[in-house]
Protein backbone atom coordinates (compact mmCIF):
# COMPACT_ATOMS: atom_id res chain seq x y z
CA UNK A 1 0.00 0.00 0.00
CA UNK A 2 2.63 2.58 1.00
CA UNK A 3 4.57 1.79 -2.34
CA UNK A 4 1.46 2.33 -4.59
CA UNK A 5 0.93 5.84 -2.88
CA UNK A 6 4.27 6.67 -3.24
CA UNK A 7 4.67 5.18 -7.04
CA UNK A 8 1.49 7.42 -7.45
CA UNK A 9 3.09 10.30 -6.36
CA UNK A 10 6.10 9.68 -8.70
CA UNK A 11 3.95 9.21 -11.40
CA UNK A 12 1.87 12.70 -10.98
CA UNK A 13 5.25 14.46 -10.37
CA UNK A 14 6.77 13.09 -13.70
CA UNK A 15 3.34 13.87 -15.68
CA UNK A 16 3.43 17.70 -14.32
CA UNK A 17 7.14 18.00 -15.13
CA UNK A 18 6.63 16.72 -18.69
CA UNK A 19 3.42 18.31 -19.24
CA UNK A 20 1.55 15.38 -19.57
CA UNK A 21 -1.56 17.41 -18.22
CA UNK A 22 -2.04 19.81 -20.98
CA UNK A 23 -0.14 21.89 -23.43
CA UNK A 24 2.15 24.56 -21.60
CA UNK A 25 1.57 27.16 -24.72
CA UNK A 26 -1.34 27.54 -26.77
CA UNK A 27 -2.30 25.66 -29.60
CA UNK A 28 -3.91 27.35 -32.80
CA UNK A 29 -6.96 24.87 -31.50
CA UNK A 30 -7.03 27.55 -28.43
CA UNK A 31 -8.48 30.19 -31.12
CA UNK A 32 -10.02 28.04 -34.15
CA UNK A 33 -13.57 27.30 -32.57
CA UNK A 34 -13.38 31.47 -31.84
CA UNK A 35 -12.57 32.05 -35.23
CA UNK A 36 -15.47 29.98 -36.27
CA UNK A 37 -18.08 30.91 -34.51
CA UNK A 38 -16.65 34.87 -34.95
CA UNK A 39 -16.87 34.23 -39.02
CA UNK A 40 -20.22 32.28 -38.46
CA UNK A 41 -22.80 35.24 -39.11
CA UNK A 42 -20.99 35.77 -42.58
CA UNK A 43 -22.67 33.11 -44.66
CA UNK A 44 -20.45 33.22 -47.71
CA UNK A 45 -17.41 33.12 -45.47
CA UNK A 46 -15.26 30.38 -43.75
CA UNK A 47 -11.94 30.88 -41.96
CA UNK A 48 -9.98 27.18 -42.64
CA UNK A 49 -6.04 26.22 -42.52
CA UNK A 50 -5.80 28.05 -39.02
CA UNK A 51 -2.23 27.74 -38.15
CA UNK A 52 -0.08 29.30 -35.68
CA UNK A 53 2.92 30.91 -36.78
CA UNK A 54 4.87 32.11 -33.64
CA UNK A 55 4.56 32.80 -30.24
CA UNK A 56 6.12 34.95 -27.37
CA UNK A 57 5.18 34.38 -23.44
CA UNK A 58 4.33 38.33 -22.78
CA UNK A 59 4.59 37.41 -18.83
CA UNK A 60 0.48 38.14 -18.16
CA UNK A 61 -0.76 37.00 -21.47
CA UNK A 62 1.01 34.67 -24.23
CA UNK A 63 1.12 36.91 -27.77
CA UNK A 64 0.33 34.29 -30.69
CA UNK A 65 0.74 34.66 -34.23
CA UNK A 66 -2.04 32.80 -36.47
CA UNK A 67 -2.49 32.19 -40.06
CA UNK A 68 -5.31 31.25 -42.11
CA UNK A 69 -7.39 31.59 -45.40
CA UNK A 70 -10.64 33.33 -45.26
CA UNK A 71 -12.84 31.62 -48.65
CA UNK A 72 -15.87 32.17 -50.18
CA UNK A 73 -18.06 29.36 -50.00
CA UNK A 74 -20.28 29.74 -52.70
CA UNK A 75 -20.09 31.84 -55.82
CA UNK A 76 -20.89 35.66 -55.78
CA UNK A 77 -21.42 38.05 -58.81
CA UNK A 78 -18.95 41.06 -58.34
CA UNK A 79 -21.74 43.00 -59.00
CA UNK A 80 -23.29 42.03 -55.53
CA UNK A 81 -20.00 41.72 -53.40
CA UNK A 82 -18.59 44.90 -54.73
CA UNK A 83 -21.16 46.65 -56.06
CA UNK A 84 -20.72 48.37 -59.82
CA UNK A 85 -18.41 50.89 -61.49
CA UNK A 86 -20.10 53.71 -62.65
CA UNK A 87 -18.23 57.21 -64.38
CA UNK A 88 -18.09 59.83 -62.06
CA UNK A 89 -20.88 62.52 -62.28
CA UNK A 90 -20.09 66.11 -61.32
CA UNK A 91 -23.29 68.12 -60.36
CA UNK A 92 -21.99 71.21 -62.64
CA UNK A 93 -22.38 69.06 -65.95
CA UNK A 94 -25.99 69.08 -65.78
CA UNK A 95 -28.58 71.69 -66.73
CA UNK A 96 -30.56 71.01 -63.12
CA UNK A 97 -30.21 69.53 -60.13
CA UNK A 98 -33.07 66.90 -60.96
CA UNK A 99 -31.22 65.78 -64.06
CA UNK A 100 -28.10 65.29 -61.82
CA UNK A 101 -30.02 63.02 -59.79
CA UNK A 102 -31.96 61.68 -61.95
CA UNK A 103 -28.16 60.33 -63.57
CA UNK A 104 -27.31 59.33 -60.60
CA UNK A 105 -30.19 57.01 -59.51
CA UNK A 106 -28.64 53.78 -61.06
CA UNK A 107 -25.01 54.13 -58.68
CA UNK A 108 -27.86 54.45 -55.91
CA UNK A 109 -29.97 51.41 -56.94
CA UNK A 110 -26.37 49.69 -57.27
CA UNK A 111 -25.20 50.56 -53.67
CA UNK A 112 -27.98 49.50 -52.37
CA UNK A 113 -28.06 46.32 -54.25
CA UNK A 114 -24.59 45.96 -52.51
CA UNK A 115 -25.79 47.20 -48.88
CA UNK A 116 -28.44 44.77 -49.19
CA UNK A 117 -25.93 41.71 -50.34
CA UNK A 118 -24.01 42.13 -47.32
CA UNK A 119 -26.59 42.89 -44.76
CA UNK A 120 -28.32 39.19 -45.36
CA UNK A 121 -24.97 37.34 -46.54
CA UNK A 122 -22.13 38.69 -44.11
CA UNK A 123 -23.85 41.20 -41.35
CA UNK A 124 -21.83 43.27 -38.30
CA UNK A 125 -19.75 42.49 -37.33
CA UNK A 126 -18.08 40.07 -39.47
CA UNK A 127 -18.77 42.89 -42.21
CA UNK A 128 -16.34 45.36 -40.72
CA UNK A 129 -13.72 42.13 -39.91
CA UNK A 130 -13.77 41.24 -43.55
CA UNK A 131 -13.10 45.09 -44.91
CA UNK A 132 -10.34 45.06 -42.40
CA UNK A 133 -8.20 43.08 -44.42
CA UNK A 134 -8.67 45.12 -47.61
CA UNK A 135 -5.12 47.20 -46.96
CA UNK A 136 -3.49 43.04 -47.59
CA UNK A 137 -2.12 42.63 -50.51
CA UNK A 138 -3.77 39.04 -51.12
CA UNK A 139 -7.53 41.19 -51.08
CA UNK A 140 -6.49 41.94 -54.35
CA UNK A 141 -6.80 38.38 -55.83
CA UNK A 142 -10.36 38.58 -55.12
CA UNK A 143 -11.45 42.73 -55.47
CA UNK A 144 -13.51 43.47 -58.27
CA UNK A 145 -14.12 39.98 -59.19
CA UNK A 146 -16.55 37.52 -59.51
CA UNK A 147 -16.16 34.99 -56.98
CA UNK A 148 -16.28 31.68 -56.79
CA UNK A 149 -16.39 28.82 -54.28
CA UNK A 150 -12.98 28.06 -53.04
CA UNK A 151 -11.81 31.25 -53.74
CA UNK A 152 -10.10 33.42 -50.57
CA UNK A 153 -6.76 35.14 -49.34
CA UNK A 154 -4.69 34.28 -46.43
CA UNK A 155 -4.54 36.44 -43.45
CA UNK A 156 -2.37 36.67 -40.36
CA UNK A 157 -3.33 38.30 -36.59
CA UNK A 158 -2.16 38.50 -33.77
CA UNK A 159 -4.12 36.80 -30.83
CA UNK A 160 -3.35 37.74 -26.71
CA UNK A 161 -4.94 34.69 -24.75
CA UNK A 162 -4.33 33.76 -20.90
CA UNK A 163 -4.13 30.78 -18.95
CA UNK A 164 -7.47 29.89 -17.40
CA UNK A 165 -8.09 26.80 -14.71
CA UNK A 166 -9.71 25.23 -17.83
CA UNK A 167 -7.09 26.10 -20.97
CA UNK A 168 -6.12 29.15 -23.03
CA UNK A 169 -8.80 32.14 -24.06
CA UNK A 170 -8.54 34.57 -26.03
CA UNK A 171 -7.77 37.96 -24.12
CA UNK A 172 -7.63 41.93 -24.44
Known amino acids: M ?7 LVLSAVALLSGCLGPSLPEAKDVADGLREGW ?3 KMLRPVGIKKTNGIDRGDFYQMEVEYRLEFVKDVAKEDIWGQEFPELIPRDFPSTKEYF ?3 EPQ ?3 NKRKEQFWEMNCPEPAFRNFWQFSTLPQFKTVYGKDVKSGDGFDVQVVFH ?8 IVGR
Open 161 to 168: LVKTEKGW
Open 40 to 42: APC
Open 102 to 104: AAM
Open 108 to 110: YKA
Open 2 to 8: KYSVLGG
